[in-house]
């Protein structure tokens, strides 16, 4: 998917319902593999992707990890991260796909 950055957070199993950390890749703000985690301020000035400006975007974000670390069972790797002004705020379970089709499927302002 070309350059991108990395949340490093914790992501639960819906089988056996622990939580492990994984890593998020999304494309969003300056995108050089930045490691971020919940609560940290998106960085600009390069390979930038989308705005600082937006009161609230939810970016596309793939789990690298493609089954539970526990369990082993194939688990949802397509989340929406949410980011209210420039600030990582959260992550869940991606609700749908459609909206992210206007931004090359990188993010989608709210
Ligand atoms: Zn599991």
């Given at each position: ?53 937006y009161d609230k975007v939810k970016v596309y974000g793939l789990l690298e990890e ?45």
């Amino acid at each position: 998917m070309g350059m991108y950055n990395i949340l490093k957070t914790e992501v639960q199993c819906a089988y056996c319902k622990n939580f492990f950390e994984g890593n998020i890749q999304f494309k969003f703000g300056d995108t050089w593999l930045y490691e971020y985690s919940i609560g940290d301020a998106i960085k600009w000035g390069g390979l930038d992707v989308g705005s600082s400006s937006y009161d609230k975007v939810k970016v596309y974000g793939l789990l690298e990890e493609d089954k539970c670390l526990i369990c082993g069972l194939e688990i949802e790797y397509e989340y929406d991260i949410i980011v209210e002004k420039n600030i990582i705020k959260c992550v869940i379970p991606i609700s749908s796909m459609d909206e992210y089709n206007s931004t090359d499927g990188n993010y989608h302002v709210l």
